[in-house]
């Protein structure tokens, strides 16, 4: 196994492990992501109070556009669409929220243009920790996130240096540790398998040998009953 990026060198093994895992996971993935659905949903009580000058426009990518892509991908799942072999699409529809979040910093004025950072560290945390997908997958999403991010407020809707060196510490920070707890949950569940299959391995050989020794047995028996 590769210790960056947690494949197995084998692709007929790497290929069993993301269909076990998918086929274990996929249950509490779509229920993450209804969660988050609707947790990003209840952020739109947060709108009102922290940047209702563009109110409309931040629930018109709540409501509108993240919501709907992400109740759209549950009901996705269901198909025979998406199966273990394009699963990262599960991972890259998390820019969808993220960049949501980035586009209201950008629109709105202050204070909310330097609050909402909090918000990508939700959008992204919650992907990397509750989702249990790729972490190769979840690290880029949360890195393009993070550059969009950092273009935005050097660019786009300038933050005073400060603020802006704060945010992008304490964001960087977080997601840093979100995609470490999530290396580390990925790496678990893959020691896990190699150890079921070992355990797997031994059962079958044992089988075997099982076998082997009751046909002797019955091969002796018959012998000493002529």
Same mark, same amino acid.
């Given at each position: 196994?590769?210790?960056?990026?947690?494949?197995?060198?084998?692709?007929?093994?790497?290929?069993?492990?993301?269909?076990?895992?998918?086929?274990?996971?996929?249950?509490?993935? #779509? $229920? *993450?992501?209804?969660?988050?659905? &609707? /947790?990003? %949903?209840?952020?739109?009580?947060?709108?009102?109070? +922290?940047?209702?000058?563009?109110?409309?426009?931040?629930?018109?990518?709540?409501?509108?556009?993240?919501?709907?892509?992400?109740?759209?991908?549950?009901?996705?799942?269901?198909?025979?669409?998406?199966?273990?072999?394009?699963?990262?699409?599960?991972?890259?529809?998390?820019?969808?929220?993220?960049?949501?979040?980035?586009?209201?910093?950008?629109?709105?004025?202050?204070?909310?243009?330097?609050?909402?950072?909090?918000?990508?560290?939700?959008?992204?945390?919650?992907?990397?920790?509750?989702? #249990? $997908? *790729?972490?190769?997958?979840?690290? &880029? /999403?949360? %890195?393009?996130?993070?550059?969009?991010?950092?273009? +935005?407020?050097?660019?786009?809707?300038?933050?005073?240096?400060?603020?802006?060196?704060?945010?992008?510490?304490?964001?960087?920070?977080?997601?840093?540790?979100?995609?470490?707890?999530?290396?580390?949950?990925?790496?678990?569940?893959?020691?896990?398998?190699?150890?079921?299959?070992?355990?797997?391995?031994?059962?079958?050989?044992?089988?075997?040998?099982?076998?082997?020794?009751?046909?002797?047995?019955?091969?002796?028996?018959?012998?000493?009953?002529?």
């Amino acid at each position: 196994m590769n210790g960056i990026t947690l494949r197995f060198r084998s692709p007929e093994i790497e290929d069993k492990f993301a269909k076990t895992n998918y086929e274990s996971q996929i249950g509490i993935t #779509r $229920l *993450s992501v209804t969660g988050g659905a &609707i /947790v990003f %949903a209840l952020f739109g009580i947060l709108d009102i109070y +922290v940047i209702p000058e563009v109110l409309f426009e931040a629930w018109a990518l709540r409501f509108g556009l993240v919501c709907p892509v992400l109740l759209s991908l549950v009901a996705i799942s269901y198909t025979r669409f998406v199966n273990h072999r394009n699963s990262g699409l599960l991972s890259f529809v998390m820019l969808v929220p993220g960049i949501a979040v980035v586009t209201m910093t950008a629109i709105a004025n202050a204070p909310g243009a330097y609050l909402y950072y909090a918000g990508i560290i939700v959008a992204v945390g919650y992907s990397n920790c509750l989702w #249990r $997908l *790729s972490y190769a997958y979840s690290s &880029i /999403v949360s %890195a393009i996130t993070v550059a969009i991010y950092a273009l +935005v407020v050097l660019f786009i809707s300038p933050i005073p240096p400060d603020i802006l060196a704060s945010n992008l510490t304490f964001l960087v920070s977080t997601i840093g540790i979100s995609v470490f707890l999530n290396y580390v949950q990925e790496r678990q569940l893959r020691a896990n398998f190699v150890d079921n299959e070992k355990l797997r391995a031994e059962q079958r050989r044992s089988e075997r040998l099982l076998s082997r020794s009751e046909a002797a047995n019955r091969a002796k028996n018959d012998f000493l009953a002529i």
